[in-house]
């Protein structure tokens, strides 16, 4: 490759930054080869910035010790419509299911005798579920990050950011699930003014058990699907996240269950199991936290990325406030199992725009440099979702994909008799007002979000999903309840609302 076209400066078109072909500035046929990777990514038509990012793996096997990734960053090539809906297609569905499988195991265990005994096992629920937000989402889009800009293309790389970023949600789990414990008994321990032991060991075994292992197996799966993705020539950002979200409600819940009704089983005749349980998996965490602080990937996060963690609970906290004051009126029980499919999908979709945003904004360079286009402090509305770069085209994608995805949710439910309304044409159309209202919040405010962290020097793959997906819970569970309420007043006794 000839120092002519190293200084040659890329093309704008459509507000995204299209590759050099090589074979139309340098008629002695210089660059063929990058021509021929060109070629080779626009017949898949599914994969960003491929051809580049084969230049900037070959600058990172050259020397792995510069964080240099070649004399011009890599530069996305354009998706179509098309593309990105058929690869974000399968995985939406499939988180959308993951939400109903998980709403359904709540309503079968919630019968089992932990749940009528502990109560405040209920108040884990929420809490540990929000992990999948918080830790494994944001985790797929930093992988994700990672393998779109040739981070992960060496076998050293890929151990590196297996091993740093694996001990890093091990760090974070842990200490979330052990806090997450605390609030339990706290809140159950304030309205009864009565206190155990026994019950605030069970729940501390039970939650950092729970976010522990839940965490393992999710972040393993993540890697796969990443490493997965990249082979099969899909851009991981489309899948990785929607996977996490689908297999994490109802992995998390099934071990929360599993865990607790085991251990409440040896709470009386082996009272000791519960207190070992709990100090082995905090006993670990001095072995989590020195593998993540001798990973220069994850360092950083592991002393700055507790902010969005905490906030992005707090946030969901008052979504549960609302689902519990509304849930416990009679009229709008049947609220209970539309809650995380409605809250599911919008974390889901605006996790897919969020890990989207930050990879285009990480092929300019480091966060707070300017990106080819100006950041946008408070975009508008037709630029978030009219302009004609990819993510805007992304954000339409997503966005009609809320309607008939919901369609198949609400009839899955129905199908399994779950909750207690009838889908009357009234419901429905209250029902996907709510969820297409949330969804463009969401995606406006990703679109903001963002572009605003990486003015700040902030990385979105390691801030912003938490927020986004606590705010979707927050914005669907207001939004749903309001849905119940303007149905009840109105009458609309044959959808038989909390019947």
């Avoid at 689908?246 to 519960?274: F, H, M, P």
């Avoid at 707070?368 to 100006?374: I, L």
Wanted: a negative charge.
């Amino acid at each position: 490759m000839t120092s002519t076209l190293e200084h040659k400066e890329p093309p704008q078109a459509n507000g995204a930054v299209l590759p050099v072909v090589p074979g139309d500035c340098l008629p002695d046929g210089t660059g063929v080869e990058v021509v021929v990777l060109e070629s080779r990514a626009n017949a898949k038509g599914v994969r960003e910035e491929d051809a580049l990012l084969e230049n900037g793996s070959q600058s990172n096997e050259s020397d792995d010790t510069s964080t240099d990734r070649g004399p011009e960053p890599p530069s996305p090539l354009k998706e179509t419509s098309f593309s990105i809906g058929l690869q974000v297609l399968f995985p939406f569905l499939l988180a959308g299911f993951g939400t109903v499988a998980a709403g359904m195991v709540l309503d079968i265990v919630q019968h089992w005798d932990v749940f009528k005994h502990v109560t405040e096992v209920f108040i884990l629920v929420p809490a540990l579920l929000g992990l999948k937000g918080n830790l494994e989402m944001t985790l797929a889009s930093r992988l994700s990050t990672a393998a779109n800009i040739g981070q992960m293309d060496t076998p050293k790389e890929l151990w590196k950011m297996i091993t740093g970023n694996m001990a890093l949600i091990q760090v974070q789990a842990t200490v979330v699930g052990f806090l997450a414990s605390i609030a339990a008994v706290v809140f159950g321990w304030i309205p009864d003014g009565h206190f155990s032991m026994d019950h605030a060991v069970l729940l501390c075994a039970s939650s950092v058990a729970t976010a522990f292992i839940a965490s393992l197996v999710l972040g393993m799966i993540m890697i796969g699907v990443i490493i997965g993705s990249r082979k099969m020539g899909i851009n991981p950002d489309n899948v990785a996240t929607p996977i996490a979200a689908s297999l994490g409600d109802l992995i998390t819940l099934a071990l929360l269950s599993g865990i607790s009704w085991g251990l409440y089983k040896e709470l009386e005749s082996k009272a000791y199991v519960n207190p070992l349980v709990c100090a082995f998996f905090l006993s670990l965490l001095p072995i989590w936290i020195i593998i993540a602080r001798r990973n220069s990937a994850t360092r950083e996060v592991l002393y700055s990325g507790w902010e969005p963690v905490i906030i992005a609970m707090a946030i969901s906290s008052v979504g549960g406030l609302i689902l519990d004051r509304t849930v416990s009126d009679p009229n709008f029980a049947g609220m209970a199992v539309f809650t995380p499919v409605i809250n599911g999908v919008g974390g889901n979709l605006v996790a897919v725009q969020a890990s989207r945003i930050s990879t285009y904004l990480h092929m300019s360079g480091e966060p707070g440099d300017s990106p080819g286009t100006a950041p946008r402090k408070c975009p508008s509305p037709c630029s978030t979702f009219f302009s004609s770069d990819v993510n805007s085209r992304s954000a339409r994608v997503l966005f009609l994909l809320v309607v008939p995805g919901h369609l198949v949710f609400l009839y899955t439910i129905h199908s399994m008799q779950g909750g207690h309304t009838t889908l009357t044409l009234i419901f429905i159309v209250f029902y996907m007002t709510a969820a297409l209202l949330q969804v463009l919040i969401l995606l406006y405010i990703a679109d903001w979000m963002v572009h605003w962290m990486w003015g700040r020097h902030l990385d979105p793959d390691n801030f912003s999903i938490p927020y986004l997906t606590a705010l979707g819970d927050l914005i669907g569970t207001g939004l749903l309840a309001l849905s119940f309420h303007v149905l009840w007043l109105i009458g609309d006794r044959d959808s038989d609302v909390g019947d």
